[in-house]
């Protein structure tokens, strides 16, 4: 099957097959991930497989075989050994039949850059002379080789860098930066010489013996990039592929007539993947327009008859809106926004007002402030209409933070004595968005009159203070024995209050950027309590907080599972991507 078939006829699987690595959490409060159109990725793959093991173009029986290319370049390699131009290479063993990984076509040579090329040759060159510095930053991953360039005196720029020259072929050898194939064929440089980064490996071609460009697909193909990885060494963030590996590594080489031929099929498939890219993208940013457009019809509905007709809209176009990771992220946003408007659930006329439930919280707060069980708390002034961020139903109230129940911190750390017993805690690693993470919980010391003070109840809502500021869940598991360091605040309600309904609450305002108003901090975001205390928040009667909180994990299960679903599609996309890749090239 032609190249150019095995796009066209699954064009729907290469456009189709896209991953979106979402927010975070059950409410979705981090920021949208990246789009990767994994398709047109599994596609640019197997145009550079099929392109180096000779499938991607016809063989030309007319044309000079690879064998006599090979013994053209030996020649003219020892020609400027012996003219003194270039020192006398070290000689690499052949490459043995079980180190070919495929079968070549008919007039093609296994060999390798140390062979072919020149590695990490030195330039010769006047001080004066203008050159060219590449940084890593102007080394591109483009498949057509692109650098920037910034113009240096070879005086400054020879000692301490790599150097190469024009026709000269470079990939880099730390990571990440060769796993994302950074690399070059460097062109246009002031008086045909450079230096740079020093974490570049160089091949100089003897000649015009080759086209650069196709070995550049060569490192860029997934066996390449593949088996390059394996082989690199040093620590995590510094690892490296070694020059041997570089040099080494078994390159499949075509008849210079063929190379051409293949890097110009190469450039159109590439502009044809471009062009689906483009097209994927465009319908990609309209359909997140359209989402955002009915989504925000459904937050700016001023009354129930208002919300009803916008949500039909939504309800008829459903499937066709919620096809991405995204979008669903963002309807999950739109449901917690209207259940703190107060436009998720109907209001019941019986319920008892929020107003008399605040009332009854501070009778309860003075009792126990009386009783010595907490401290009084510093009176806030009134909330003013400017700081409200929009309407609330009649029975609803806005309240501060700290009406709603008793914040302290955890135990310093530094401040456990060698004595009492050590106690499992959570740190703010251990709270996800809406969960616990308990898989790595530490100890500390905690002494007998500590206990109380920083233990963890069921039904206590727990904020992280600092990391991600404001992220929080519910503790809900009885059996377990479990206390607190200074980096979570503890908030534990009075009157009933629901613990997950200011949950909601709090995840909502940390996605619309309400709450990092109160954060502290250049760069380090933390939430201190008095902070938190003045955060202020929409207030529902009581059975409406609870008739809120289960609408909401309703919908979130439902909007969870739509993303399952979505995911294991998107999977099995994925997964027919690359059984056709591993079909086209075997």
């Known amino acids: 099957m032609s190249a150019h078939k095995l796009i066209t006829d699954h064009l729907d699987l290469w456009t189709g097959a896209v991953t979106h690595k979402s927010g975070t959490g059950r409410g979705a409060s981090g920021k949208n991930g990246k789009i990767e159109l994994t398709g047109i990725k599994k596609l640019r793959e197997l145009i550079l497989e099929l392109a180096v093991r000779g499938k991607l173009v016809e063989q030309d029986p007319n044309d000079e075989p690879a064998s006599v290319l090979l013994e053209r370049i030996a020649e003219e390699k020892a020609r400027l050994v012996k003219e003194g131009k270039i020192k006398k290479p070290k000689e690499l063993p052949e490459i043995a039949e079980d180190e070919k990984p495929f079968g070549l076509p008919y007039g093609w040579q296994w060999t390798c850059l140390g062979n072919i090329s ?93 086209n650069p460009l196709y070995v550049l697909l060569c490192l860029k193909s997934p066996r390449f990039l593949s088996n390059g990885e394996k082989k690199m060494t040093g620590s995590a963030g510094q690892k490296r592929v070694p020059k041997d590996y570089f040099a080494g590594e078994p390159l499949p080489f075509p008849p210079l007539a063929e190379q051409h031929r293949i890097v110009a099929k190469v450039d159109e498939l590439m502009a044809l993947c471009d062009r689906l890219e483009q097209q994927v993208g465009d319908q990609l940013e309209a359909h997140e327009v359209l989402v955002d457009t009915l989504l925000n019809a459904l937050t700016r509905s001023t009354d129930a008859p208002e919300l009803g007709e916008n949500w039909a809209r939504v309800a008829e176009h459903f499937d066709a809106l919620f096809t991405t ?118 100890t500390l010391l905690l002494e007998e009159h500590e206990l109380s003070e920083y233990s963890v109840k069921n039904g206590d809502l727990l904020i992280c203070e600092g990391g991600e500021p404001g992220r929080c869940a519910v503790w809900e598991n009885a059996e377990q024995e479990i206390y607190i360091q200074k980096a979570i605040h503890r908030h534990r309600t009075f009157g009933g209050v629901s613990p997950h309904f200011l949950k909601i609450c709090l995840t909502v305002s940390a996605t619309n950027g309400q709450l990092s108003k109160l954060f502290t901090g250049a760069t380090i975001k933390h939430l201190p309590g008095d902070k938190l205390a003045r955060y202020i928040c929409p207030f529902p009667p009581p059975y409406e907080q609870h008739r809120i909180v289960e609408k909401v994990d309703k919908l979130m299960t439902l909007c969870d599972q739509l993303k399952s679903r979505l995911s294991e599609s998107g999977k099995t996309r994925s997964q027919l991507a690359e059984t056709i890749m591993e079909q086209a090239v075997s």
Request: hydrophobic fraction near 30%; include cysteine; charge should be positive.
């Open 118 to 210: 020149q590695i990490n040759p030195r330039n010769d060159a006047e001080d004066n002379l203008q050159a060219t510095f590449v940084p890593m930053p102007l080394i591109s991953t483009s498949y057509y080789g692109e650098h920037g360039q910034e113009p240096r005196p070879w005086s400054e720029i020879k000692k301490g860098y790599t150097h190469f020259a024009d026709g000269d072929i470079a990939i880099a050898k730390i990571t990440p930066c060769f796993e994302n194939s950074k690399a070059a064929v460097f062109r246009n440089l002031e008086n045909g010489i450079g230096a740079g980064t020093t974490e570049l490996h160089i091949a100089r071609p003897y000649g015009a013996t080759l």
């Open 325 to 442: 990771e995204a979008s669903i992220d963002k309807l999950k946003q739109t449901v917690l926004q209207l259940a703190v408007m107060g436009r998720l659930v109907p209001q019941n006329p019986n319920d008892e007002p929020a107003s008399v439930l605040l009332e009854r919280i501070v009778e309860e707060r003075e009792r126990l402030v009386k009783q010595g069980e907490i401290k009084k708390p510093k009176k806030l002034p009134p909330i003013y209409e400017s700081e409200k961020p929009h309407e609330l139903p009649n029975s609803w109230q806005w309240t501060y933070f700290q009406s709603t129940g008793y914040t302290r911190l955890g135990k310093m750390l530094d401040k456990a004595k060698n004595q009492g017993e050590h106690k499992k805690y959570l740190r703010n690693t251990n709270v996800k968005w809406w969960k616990f993470d308990l898989s790595d919980i530490k």
